[in-house]
């Protein structure tokens, strides 16, 4: 079985860079996957980030982006701030219409 | 403007069935993949099924493969999750989720409907 995994958590300080990362349990990571990005915070439906590794959904700030780094997809922001606090998840597009979510990285800004 | 109005969430007990409900406005319904996600409490997300958009392509994660059938009604403008054999493991917040037009990610969400399995 395929399993997408991200950091648990991660911290940034405000004003800085973070970069999270989407890896696969075996394999890497490429731009077949088609990598999407979702951000949540609590008791909020989640919200489109990033699509098709590094395209931003319109509306979403220019500070996110999204890349392949190495063997893994990742979502970089730049410039932190407070309200970027909140859980992160990747999802991977496995092909045969089947998607996985990665585990989600709860990110704290402090 | 894209709305997507989930329904249909309860209490159930295991073993139990339910339907749940996405109501969708604001955009072509019948030109776009349907998904439904799901949210176990303090849990992460978790992709449960999709289906294209004249309803004859579906696909299951295994979890819930033979249990679950994902639907939809075109003409009314409405997904649907059949959830049958209910465990107390498919407690969650239920999604329903459109695909982003033209490519392989999620777009817009619904707020979510909370289906708890217990006795």
């Known amino acids: 079985q395929t399993v997408v995994t991200q950091e648990p958590s991660f911290s940034v300080s405000p004003g800085g860079t973070v970069t999270l990362t989407c890896g696969l349990s075996s394999g890497s990571v490429s731009t077949s996957y088609h990598p999407s990005w979702y951000q949540q915070t609590p008791g909020q439906a989640p919200r489109t980030l990033i699509y098709s590794t590094n395209t931003r959904r319109p509306g979403v700030p220019d500070r996110f982006s999204g890349a392949i780094l190495g063997n893994k997809a990742a979502l970089t922001i730049t410039g932190a701030q407070a309200d970027d606090e909140c859980d992160y998840y990747c999802v991977l597009y496995l092909g045969s219409g089947i998607w996985v979510f990665g585990g989600g990285t709860k990110l704290t800004v402090l | 403007e894209v709305q997507l109005v989930e329904s249909g969430g309860g209490l159930v007990q295991p073993g139990g069935s339910l339907r749940l409900s996405c109501a969708a406005s604001?955009?072509?319904?019948?030109?776009?993949?349907m998904h439904w996600v799901r949210q176990a409490p303090g849990k992460g997300l978790v992709w449960v099924s999709h289906?294209?958009?004249?309803?004859?392509?579906?696909n299951y994660a295994d979890s819930v493969k033979g249990r679950f059938t994902i639907s939809r009604d075109n003409a009314r403008n409405t997904l649907y999750l059949q959830m049958n054999s209910l465990r107390a493991e498919d407690t969650a917040v239920y999604y329903c989720?459109?695909?982003?037009?033209?490519?392989?990610?999620?777009?817009?969400w619904g707020q979510g409907t909370l289906v708890t399995v217990s006795s």
């Open positions: 989720a459109t695909i982003w037009s033209g490519y392989y990610a999620l777009g817009y």
């Open positions: 289906i294209n958009g004249d309803g004859s392509s579906t």
């Open positions: 604001g955009f072509t319904f019948s030109t776009y993949w």
